[in-house]
Nanobody
Framework: QVQLVESGGGSVQAGGSLRLSCAASGLTFSSYAMGWFRQTPGKEREFVGKINWSGSRTLYADSVKGRFTISRDNAKNTVYLQMNSLKPEDTAVYLC???????????????WGQGTQVTVSS
């Protein structure tokens, strides 16, 4: 079955950096666009950014643009989220997801990971 497993979360001070990884199995990874989302209690899941199948196209939410970078290694079936200049408001559970259509709606993210916690202290 399809599995997406996030790792790399943790606690960091404001201004610091973290790199999250999402390892995929059970699907043809290079056929899927990959997205990163984040979730905090009491709030709707928030889109962070996405990357197309080849890594040639990315799109970011305004709240993270210029600070976060998504990349992927299809040989390793892994997508990354490099987070720099972290702020306390970036604190959330970060989830990766797979979508067969890079340009499709968020409802197209059919496969999801369990998430990894990121905590940014001031």
């Amino acid at each position: 079955q399809v599995q997406l497993v996030e790792s790399g979360g943790g606690s960091v001070q404001a201004g610091g950096s973290l790199r999250l990884s999402c390892a995929a199995s059970g699907l043809t990874f290079s056929s899927y666009a990959m997205g990163w989302f984040r979730q905090t209690p009491g709030k709707e899941r928030e889109f962070v950014g996405k990357i197309n199948w080849s890594g040639s196209r990315t799109l970011y939410a305004d709240s993270v643009k210029g600070r976060f970078t998504i990349s992927r290694d299809n040989a390793k079936n892994t997508v990354y989220l490099q987070m720099n200049s972290l702020k306390p408001e970036d604190t959330a559970v970060y989830l990766c997801a797979a979508n067969a259509d890079y340009s499709g709606s968020h409802q197209g993210y059919y496969y999801w990971g369990q998430g990894t916690q990121v905590t940014v202290s001031s």
